[in-house]
């Protein structure tokens, strides 16, 4: 009894807050530069008398994507996709707040002509006002298409298409239209702030060795600045598409003072961890969200960089000479947040080991938040809004799982048809929060089948990596949250005496499916060492376990009016059972 009535509460209320939403009630939000909404972080104009501003963002792990549209308008205001940018096969919106108070339809078009309102309305409405001129509608749709009238959104490039009247009367919208093609989910703004110039780090022709798999090195200065700038856009500047596999850049600790050029990992440049900008093969430019920059300059301090370039090589070509590395975009108008990249998931060391035969193995990787204060003064959320996920050859999964209070909470990226060949920084679409003590779990998996010997953790192509680097803010003297199964307990749970007779037992170990399930299942049971480091490379161990992650379904496609009458099923329901019990 107590439960169903909860519920008819709850039902209630929601049914009081829709009425409210269609006379029009609730009030609006402004939009300005410093009060950032971290669901819509994508922005574009679609007119260019900048009459029409849409606000965006999405879930791909829900499914959903969000709009805002701000229209200089008291009358009615449309918008939607089309096929070819006109009228016909267009899928859209049309809103408003009247003298009886607010509508919104879901409609499509068949031609030149009133469009059809949906016999299935999929567009949820969230907000619609109206003032000093301004009409603000706030909506949500599946980013697939529920029925055959709404046009799925795809990550290519849509044509969006509006309208818009002076009156509710609606009628022909005249000169009050047009088209903007955009990419809604693989957007990347271009923005041109004043004071901007760029400089670039970059090697100098070098002479690719020989070798199927080479990481070279090269620390520098950066150029100096008297005043603090924002970084704002990143692009690769590749001369030999063919073997640059991956580029990396990080700021080295106060300790490093002198240039170095080698191969990576034999010298100073190990000291070299806190991850600044990455780029991957078959990834562009990246641009950063409006709110946030990665500083240079002024009192970020007079720091080297290590540039790591790895090529791949796999025919040996010689006599290549290279010139690849970055182009940093930057301007000195300051942005609100300093951003930062935390590199996240299994810690690279070639104690790892991946069986032969495997059609989907496992392996994981831990971050727990709640040891950052354990290694810096000041720590703070991070408010992710980007990630670059990596692993080799053998890599066909990527999953970053997000953890509070013991419980998923959500994923926060994933890539389930994970490809070497394209590896990019993508946007989540909007900006999630990591709180101090969540738990970020870096899943990767990997297929065997055609290998015969055992495949270890390291740099080379033909090893493996499980990383998820996280572009975030407000920035943080932080380079690294990653983890490591316990080798101690490890060996112990295989029943090993030492790291010689497990080494000599993976060796020998015949792979089958059986044997590959219980390796993976003893990893993943055992204590975990988790590694928290900071830019200076004080870092600190402690033991973990791995939660369980889960795959999050996409949220179902339920109209409005489906919603309404559920709620209302469920009001009568509990009523009958009240009659009942008296």
């Known amino acids: 009894m107590t439960r169903c009535r909860l519920q008819q509460h709850q039902v209630m209320r929601n049914l009081i807050h829709q009425t409210r939403m269609r006379g029009g009630e609730l009030r609006s939000v402004q939009w300005s530069w410093a009060q950032e909404d971290p669901l819509l972080p994508f922005s574009e104009y679609l007119d260019p008398e900048l009459k029409v501003r849409l606000k965006w963002g999405f879930d791909e792990i829900q499914g959903t994507i969000l709009f805002k549209l701000t229209v200089s308008t008291s009358g009615w205001v449309g918008f939607g996709f089309s096929p070819k940018g006109g009228m016909t096969g267009a899928d859209m919106v049309i809103g408003g707040v009247g003298p009886k108070g607010s509508y919104f339809t879901d409609r499509h078009a068949g031609g030149n002509s009133m469009p059809v309102v949906d016999e299935q309305q999929n567009y949820k409405l969230l907000s619609l006002t109206e003032s000093n001129g301004k009409?603000?509608?706030k909506f949500q749709r599946s980013i697939s298409s529920c029925d055959d009238k709404d046009l799925p959104i795809t990550d290519l490039p849509m044509k969006l298409i509006y309208a818009y009247g002076q009156t509710d009367d609606i009628?022909?919208?005249?000169?009050?239209?047009?088209?903007?093609?955009?990419?809604?989910?693989?957007?990347?703004?271009?923005?041109?702030?004043?004071?901007?110039n760029f400089f670039d780090i970059t090697m100098v022709n070098f002479t690719v060795p020989a070798k199927q798999t080479y990481y070279h090195c090269k620390i520098m200065k950066a150029p100096t600045f008297d005043r603090k700038k924002h970084i704002y856009r990143i692009e690769p500047v590749i001369t030999n598409f063919d073997l640059v596999h991956h580029l990396l850049l990080y700021r080295c600790p106060p300790s490093v003072t002198e240039p170095f050029e080698e191969e990576c990992y034999t010298g100073i440049d190990g000291e070299c961890m806190e991850t600044v900008a990455v780029w991957g093969i078959g990834g562009g430019a990246f641009e950063f969200p409006e709110v946030a920059g990665l500083p240079i300059g002024g009192n970020v301090g007079d720091f080297f960089y290590r540039l790591e370039v790895h090529f791949n090589n796999p025919n040996k070509s010689s006599g290549r000479v290279d010139n690849s590395g970055l182009r940093f975009y930057h301007t000195s108008e300051l942005r609100?947040?300093?951003?930062a990249v935390l590199m996240t998931g299994l810690a690279i060391t070639p104690r790892y080991a991946i069986p032969p035969k495997a059609k989907s193995f496992l392996t994981y990787g831990l971050c727990d938040t709640?040891?950052?204060?354990?290694?810096?003064?000041?720590?703070?959320?991070?408010?992710?809004?980007?990630?670059?996920?990596?692993?080799?050859?053998?890599?066909?999964k990527v999953r970053v799982g997000h953890f509070r209070g013991g419980k998923q909470i959500d994923l926060l990226a994933a890539d389930e048809n994970y490809d070497f060949e394209y590896q990019e920084v993508t946007n989540l679409g909007k900006t999630k929060t990591a709180k101090l003590g969540d738990k970020l779990l870096v899943e990767c998996t990997y297929n065997t089948e055609n290998r015969s010997t055992l495949t270890w953790g390291g740099l080379s192509t033909s090893n493996e990596m499980c990383l998820a680097f996280l572009f975030y803010y407000p920035a943080m003297n932080l380079s690294t949250c990653v983890s490591f199964p316990n080798v101690t307990s490890l060996g112990s749970a295989m029943g090993a005496t030492d790291a010689g007779s497990w080494l000599n037992m993976m060796l020998t170990k015949t792979w089958n499916d059986t044997s590959i399930d219980q390796y993976q299942q003893t990893l993943k049971r055992i204590d975990q060492?988790?590694?928290?480091?900071?830019?200076?490379?004080?870092?600190?161990?402690?033991?973990?376990?791995?939660?369980d992650l889960k795959v999050i379904p996409s949220a179902p496609c339920i109209s409005g009016s489906a919603n309404k009458s559920l709620a209302l099923s469920l009001l009568l329901l509990c009523l009958a059972v009240q009659w009942k019990s008296f």
Do not use: C
């Not at 919208?173 to 923005?191: C, D, F, I």
């Not at 609100?336 to 951003?339: G, N, T, V």
């Not at 290694?375 to 990596?390: A, I």
């Open 135 to 137: 009409t603000v509608m």
């Open 171 to 196: 009628t022909y919208h005249s000169a009050q239209r047009g088209t903007k093609e955009l990419n809604l989910l693989k957007y990347m703004p271009r923005v041109n702030p004043p004071n901007s």
């Open 336 to 339: 609100q947040h300093d951003a």
């Open 370 to 396: 709640a040891y950052i204060p354990e290694v810096l003064e000041t720590p703070t959320d991070l408010q992710v809004f980007s990630v670059m996920l990596h692993t080799h050859l053998a890599g066909r």
């Open 529 to 547: 060492l988790v590694w928290v480091m900071n830019s200076n490379n004080n870092g600190l161990y402690n033991k973990g376990t791995l939660p």
